[in-house]
């Protein structure tokens, strides 16, 4: 049901898609370029973060030293309870390392993994602002940023996700391969 749910809303919302793509304003190379001031400029009242590739490399429990900088740099503002974590790979130490060092960050936990929009939606009627208020950052296409589609969030599309091929070879190149083939389709 899940795969046939999200096919269907892949070629419903592909022009949006192809939009996010080539829109200098919904993508970035890093999380690092994203300015958490010009987000919230621009009307972004609520940030909400994938993990993997977006925040660090698949499968690590932190962020690296620098996101952890840009990740203080957006509590200071937006306020660290406006900050969510929707990831589709909730690891239990990741859980621990954020409620340890920002016990105000929520984890988004939620049935069906993204793109269905449940976790968007939670973080939407939690904070309590319109979908146009909430931004994702995401490094997949069909899952994070189809999911934004759905929600009628903002989308930040990362096209240089951060990757470990050291660590974890396969997985990283599984996902390298993945999202190429995502970024053919859709431009």
Aim: hydrophobic share 45%; glycine share 4%; net charge positive.
């Amino acid at each position: 049901m899940s795969i046939i749910y999200g096919l269907r809303q892949m070629f419903q919302h592909r022009a949006d898609l192809r939009s996010i793509i080539h829109s200098k304003e919904a993508s970035a190379k890093t999380l690092l370029d994203l300015s958490p001031q010009a987000l919230k400029t621009r009307g972004v009242d609520v940030l909400a973060l994938d993990f993997d590739g977006v925040l660090s490399y698949q499968d690590a429990i932190m962020p690296n030293e620098k996101v952890m900088v840009w990740l203080h740099n957006a509590c200071a503002i937006f306020q660290e309870k406006n900050i969510y974590l929707l990831t589709n790979n909730p690891l239990p130490a990741r859980a621990a390392f954020f409620n340890k060092t920002f016990p105000a960050m929520t984890f988004v936990s939620f049935h069906y993994k993204k793109p269905h929009p449940e976790g968007l939606e939670k973080i939407i009627a939690q904070s309590g602002v319109k979908p146009d208020q909430v931004v994702l950052v995401d490094d997949r296409l069909t899952t994070g940023i189809l999911a934004t589609c759905i929600a009628g969030t903002q989308a930040i599309y990362i096209t240089q996700p951060f990757v470990n091929l050291k660590g974890n070879h396969v997985k990283e190149q599984f996902f390298k391969i993945i999202r190429a083939l995502e970024r053919w389709f859709f431009t």
